[in-house]
């Protein structure tokens, strides 16, 4: 296995990213508990800084360069999140900022990049998309890959040192899984602080990359046909397979209209707004709860809340669950 993101690592981007981003809350949701019939713990990745925890990989990617590589600038690829986290940590870091985003990708995510003073550049899909991106890193910006880093990565293992270090007793753990990154840290950093809790993965329907690569031993391309943008990377890096295969216990898929409901759940019994890549947690975590049977006590990273009442209504509308 490829050596990306030990405890050190994640310690020493902890240290370095303390002060520029926020250490969000852990906290016992009774709602939830009730909702799942088991202790439920959620770390508030959605109160971070940008609303999502792409925050911590990106200012730690940011704080890492040099004076030429902050000079030229940097360069990224988001369905949405890495987008605006790179966007505003690169304006408060003082260091230019290009985010190339499909055009399926939320309005709001778009604006509040531009906002923030990135250079906004828009193909059709997150395929052209990559390939975009590829050619401007070749043109000598810094790639800021929002998956494919081990600085990157280690950065969003701090989420996981936080939830070892501030909830109580957990069996298991949900992450969201887009490219990778998020569950690849936080399974290292909770391997090393917690070893006996189980990390298992969700990604929705149409946004497979990461079971699609477990299935074939390897990352391949995938196609991708998911509302969820913020999890539709087109495959995963060999990095985040690596981790994700040796760490985690399984990767689950669940339907779009099952990541919807997890948000209207989640807003309603435990009071956050969350956007669909968070809700997915919750279909997820009634699976887990299933096989694991009893003592099961959950932790669930709450990835982002990035989404509006419009996006959300409409969703919800489509989907008949309104």
């Known amino acids: 296995m490829t050596a990306i993101s030990d405890i050190p690592d994640i310690e020493t981007a902890a240290r370095r990213i303390a002060g520029h981003v926020v250490r969000t809350p852990t906290v016992p949701s009774p709602g939830l508990g009730a909702l799942l019939g088991v202790p439920v713990t959620a770390k508030l990745e959605l109160l971070q800084r940008t609303g999502s925890f792409k925050a911590r990989g990106a200012t730690a990617k940011l704080l890492s360069l040099s004076g030429a590589e902050r000079a030229a600038g940097v360069v990224a690829v988001s369905g949405g999140n890495h987008g605006i986290a790179l966007a505003v940590m690169a304006a408060a870091l003082d260091v230019k900022a290009t985010v190339v985003m499909p055009r399926t990708a939320p309005a709001r995510s778009i604006a509040l990049a531009e906002d923030a003073g990135a250079s906004v550049r828009l193909t059709d899909g997150m395929d ?47 992450v969201s ?85 997890g948000c209207l759940d989640l807003a309603e019994h435990a009071k956050v707004w969350a956007e669909p890549a968070a809700g997915c947690l919750l279909p997820a975590a009634r699976r887990v709860v299933e096989r694991v049977g009893d003592g099961v006590r959950l932790g669930l990273v709450v990835c982002g809340g990035n989404t509006t009442p419009q996006e959300l209504a409409g969703w919800a509308d489509r989907f008949g669950i309104l």
């Open 128 to 174: 052209s998309a990559f390939r975009l991106v590829n050619r401007l890193r070749d043109e000598g910006l810094t790639l800021v890959h929002p998956f494919d880093d081990p600085v990157v990565i280690a950065g969003q293992g701090t989420v996981g040192l936080e939830l070892a270090e501030d909830a109580g007793e957990l069996t298991d753990v949900v």
């Open 177 to 261: 899984v887009g490219g990778g990154g998020l569950i690849a840290g936080v399974a290292a950093a909770l391997r090393a602080r917690r070893p006996g809790v189980r990390v298992w993965g969700v990604e929705t329907e149409g946004a497979e990359a990461m079971s699609g690569a477990l299935k074939a031993g390897g990352p391949v391309p995938v196609p991708l046909s998911s509302l969820v943008t913020t999890l539709s990377a087109p495959s995963v890096s060999q990095l985040t397979y690596d981790r994700v295969s040796a760490l985690v216990e399984e990767v689950l898929v669940v339907s779009d209209r099952d990541a919807v409901r």
